[in-house]
Structures are given as structure tokens and as C-alpha cells.
């Protein structure tokens, strides 16, 4: 295996055994059947992920915006409004968007939830039929 006279020597300190795989079963698969299977797995992705940062994003500006509400000056006026009426207003706006977010995300996270089952039912279904009774 290691033989110095041999055409790509390759000196090592120490000997290797290569072993060799072990034989499965496997299952045989139409090409249609696989086509179908790889069409259903490609359009597995990640659930909620978009809306649930805009989610936290917006949820984020609500509770900056309630802690400004809660320290601004009564008396300071922005563009001729309240600066506490404007807060309040950017807190209500941005607390119900973050919250329709968050329920979209979660909307979202179950329907990719729903194509790995659909994948996982159709690999179950190919292995009930190549299966030997």
C-alpha cells in the first residue's frame, strides 16, 4: 500500500486500511416520481423569516417611540405637533404593524411547514411502494 518503489509515493508514518462501503437496499425511482420529489424539496424554504425581522423591527421603533413618549418635554412641538402626540402616534403605527408582522411570519412559518410535510408524505409513499410485501 505504501510502497516506496511505486509510482506516487506518498511517505506517511502511519499505515491505513481502506474500507469499503457497506451494502443497503435502495429503491428504485421513476424519473417522474424524482422529478416530482426534487420539485416539492426546491420549494422548501425558510418560513417567516422576512417578515419576522420586519416584525422586530417594527416592534423595536414602537417601544423606542413609547419611551420617548414617556420623556419628551410636554411643551416641544415638531413642524407645529406636539412632540408627544408624535410620539404616541409613531408608537400606535409602528406597535400595529410590528404585530401584523408578527402574525404574517407566523402564517408563513406554517405553510413551509406544510410543504415539508407534503415532501415528506411523497418520499413515504415511494418507499410504501418499492418496499417487498
Given at each position: 500500500?505504501n510502497n516506496p518503489s511505486s509510482p506516487g509515493y506518498l511517505p506517511v508514518s502511519q499505515d491505513f486500511q481502506v474500507r469499503q462501503p457497506v451494502a443497503e437496499q435502495?429503491?428504485?425511482?421513476?424519473?417522474?416520481?424524482?422529478?416530482?420529489?426534487?420539485?416539492?424539496?426546491?420549494?422548501?424554504?425558510?418560513?417567516?423569516?422576512?417578515?419576522?425581522?420586519?416584525?422586530?423591527?417594527?416592534?423595536?421603533?414602537?417601544?423606542?417611540?413609547?419611551?420617548?413618549?414617556?420623556?419628551?418635554?410636554?411643551?416641544?412641538?415638531?413642524?407645529?405637533?406636539?412632540?408627544?402626540?408624535?410620539?404616541?402616534?409613531?408608537?400606535?403605527?409602528?406597535?400595529?404593524?410590528?404585530?401584523?408582522?408578527?402574525?404574517?411570519?407566523?402564517?408563513?412559518?406554517?405553510?413551509?411547514?406544510?410543504?415539508?410535510?407534503?415532501?415528506?408524505?411523497?418520499?413515504?409513499?415511494?418507499?410504501?411502494?418499492?418496499?417487498?410485501?
Amino acid at each position: 500500500m505504501n510502497n516506496p518503489s511505486s509510482p506516487g509515493y506518498l511517505p506517511v508514518s502511519q499505515d491505513f486500511q481502506v474500507r469499503q462501503p457497506v451494502a443497503e437496499q435502495g429503491f428504485m425511482v421513476t424519473d417522474s416520481d424524482w422529478a416530482y420529489l426534487k420539485k416539492k424539496v426546491s420549494n422548501i424554504g425558510p418560513g417567516g423569516v422576512g417578515y419576522h425581522t420586519a416584525s422586530s423591527v417594527a416592534l423595536g421603533v414602537a417601544g423606542s417611540a413609547f419611551v420617548a413618549a414617556l420623556s419628551v418635554p410636554k411643551d416641544l412641538t415638531l413642524y407645529g405637533v406636539s412632540s408627544n402626540l408624535l410620539c404616541w402616534g409613531v408608537f400606535l403605527l409602528f406597535g400595529i404593524l410590528g404585530f401584523m408582522a408578527f402574525h404574517f411570519a407566523r402564517a408563513q412559518k406554517k405553510v413551509a411547514g406544510r410543504s415539508i410535510e407534503d415532501a415528506m408524505e411523497e418520499m413515504n409513499r415511494i418507499e410504501k411502494r418499492c418496499r417487498p410485501t
